[in-house]
Nanobody, 114 residues
Framework: VQLQASGGGLAQAGGSLTLSCEPSGSLYMYSLMSWYRQAPGKERELVARITSDRSTNYVDSVQGRFTISRDNARKTLYLQMNSLKPEDTAVYYC?????????WGQGTEVTVSS
């Protein structure tokens, strides 16, 4: 499984960015799809996840600001990030599970300036 993430960049506080991740093959194969992030000097943390039946969960710090979604037709996982804060600065990683195995994509860097 190959994961291609994109959409990171520089944003101002209060701005928005949309991250995308395109796993190989149909999204129906993936029971769980998630976004993680790792800020400098910190451990990697789960940001949001979405199951195959589109149930979602978010870390408290992004609740109400970020939205995770999966478009099966476009074979793409998204993370819409609004009202960005400097503390959202991190490398963001997509993660998927399929048939008991898990896979990580390469990171995409998000920098939020104050």
């Amino acid at each position: 499984v190959q994961l291609q993430a994109s959409g990171g960049g520089l944003a101002q506080a209060g701005g928005s960015l949309t991250l995308s991740c395109e796993p190989s093959g149909s999204l129906y194969m993936y029971s769980l799809m998630s976004w993680y992030r790792q800020a400098p000097g910190k451990e990697r943390e789960l940001v949001a996840r979405i199951t195959s039946d589109r149930s979602t969960n978010y870390v408290d710090s992004v609740q109400g600001r970020f939205t995770i979604s999966r478009d099966n037709a476009r074979k793409t996982l998204y993370l819409q990030m609004n009202s960005l804060k400097p503390e959202d600065t991190a490398v963001y990683y997509c993660y998927v599970e399929r048939a008991g195995n898990n896979y990580w994509g390469q990171g995409t860097e998000v920098t939020v300036s104050s």
